[in-house]
C-alpha cells in the first residue's frame, strides 16, 4: 500500500499561551512495499508523524492518504511496534502473539498455528509457552515483532524498536526483519536515530530536524540486501547522511564523526 503525506503540521498547546510545532508542513511519499526510514535526533517528531500515519493522531492541518483514501482512525492495515514492547504480562508468548487474532474471531486453533508460524521466523518457538517475565529484551521484541507481524499488515509502522537493545541483538534483529520484509513485502516506516540502523535497512531513509520538525532531506540508499556495514558504499552512503545533518545543524563534519 502506498501512503502519501500531504502537508501535515501537527502543534501541541502546553499551556495557555504556549504552543510547540512538532511537525511543520511534512509531505512525504512512501511506495507500495517499500522500506522508509525516518531518522533524526529526539524531539524532530518522528513518533507525532507515526501515530499521525497510524491513525492515532490527527494532524492540525493536511492529511495522510494511503491508496488514495484519506485516513482518519486506526486499522488492521497498519501494525505498529513501539519501543517499550508492551506485551500483556497475563498472557504467554503464544497467547500475546495471537491476541490480534482473537479480536478477529479466528478460531482458536487456526490462530495458534500462525502464531506458531510467526513465533518461528523470529527464532522464539521453544518460548511459547512461557510468559514475558522471563524473557530478554531482544526476545520480547521479537514477540512484540510477531504479534505484528502475524495479522500479515499491508503496513507496519516501527517507532525506535530496536532502540532498548545492546548492539548484538539489535543488528541480527535488523537482519531478521530484513528477511521477514523480503518474505512478506509491507510497507514499512521505521523510525530511528541510528544512522547505522536506517542505512542498513532502508530505501530511503528521511532526514528529520526539530524546533519545527520538518523533512530536511532525503537519501536513496541503492544497495542490495542484506547489507554490509564495511562496504565501500555503504560508508559512502554513511558520509553523505552525515553530511547532511552536518549541513543542517550547522555541525563541523569532523566533530560529528
Ligand atoms: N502529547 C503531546 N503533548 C504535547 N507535546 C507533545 C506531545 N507529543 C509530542 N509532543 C512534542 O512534540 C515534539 C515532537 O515529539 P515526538 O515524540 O514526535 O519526537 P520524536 O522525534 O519521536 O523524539 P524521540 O526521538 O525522543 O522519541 C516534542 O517537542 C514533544 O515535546
Ligand atoms: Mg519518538
Given at each position: 500500500m502506498a501512503i502519501l503525506v500531504h502537508d501535515v503540521r501537527k502543534s501541541f498547546h502546553l499551556q495557555k499561551d504556549r504552543e510547540i510545532i512538532a511537525l511543520?508542513?511534512?509531505?512525504?511519499?512512501?511506495?507500495d512495499q517499500e522500506f522508509v526510514c525516518l531518522l533524526g535526533p529526539s524531539g524532530c517528531g518522528k513518533s507525532t508523524l507515526l501515530k499521525i500515519i497510524a491513525?492515532?493522531?490527527?494532524?492540525?492541518?493536511?492529511w495522510v492518504e494511503i491508496d488514495g483514501q484519506k485516513i482518519t482512525a486506526p486499522s488492521s492495515d497498519r501494525a505498529i511496534v513501539f519501543q517499550d514492547y508492551a506485551l500483556f504480562p497475563w498472557r504467554t508468548v503464544v497467547e500475546n502473539v495471537q491476541?490480534?487474532?482473537?479480536?478477529?474471531?479466528v478460531p482458536a486453533k487456526?490462530?495458534?498455528?500462525?502464531?506458531?508460524e510467526y513465533l518461528s521466523l523470529v527464532n522464539l518457538c521453544n518460548f511459547a509457552n512461557v510468559y514475558p517475565h522471563q524473557l530478554s529484551g531482544g526476545m520480547k521484541q521479537r514477540v512484540?515483532?510477531?504479534?505484528?507481524?502475524?495479522?500479515e499488515p499491508k503496513i507496519l509502522l516501527l517507532d525506535e524498536p530496536f532502540g532498548a537493545l545492546d548492539?548484538?541483538?539489535r543488528m541480527q534483529l535488523q537482519f531478521e526483519l530484513t528477511s521477514i520484509c523480503k518474505k512478506n513485502s509491507p510497507t514499512v516506516i521505521f523510525v530511528t536515530h541510528d544512522i547505522d540502523e536506517a542505512i542498513y535497512l532502508g530505501d530511503r531513509v528521511v532526514i528529520m530536524t526539530?524546533?519545527?520538525?520538518?523533512v530536511n532531506a532525503i537519501v536513496n540508499v541503492?544497495?542490495?540486501k542484506p547489507r554490509n556495514r564495511t562496504d565501500y558504499d555503504f560508508n559512502k552512503i554513511r558520509d553523505r547522511v552525515f553530511r547532511e545533518f552536518s549541513l543542517v545543524t550547522e555541525t563541523s563534519l569532523e566533530y560529528v564523526i
Open positions: 511543520n508542513d511534512v509531505s512525504l511519499g512512501v511506495e491513525g492515532l493522531e490527527q494532524a492540525s492541518s493536511g491476541f490480534g487474532l482473537d479480536l478477529r474471531k487456526e490462530a495458534r498455528k500462525k502464531a506458531l512484540a515483532i510477531a504479534r505484528a507481524l502475524v495479522l548492539a548484538f541483538t526539530p524546533n519545527p520538525g520538518k541503492q544497495l542490495p
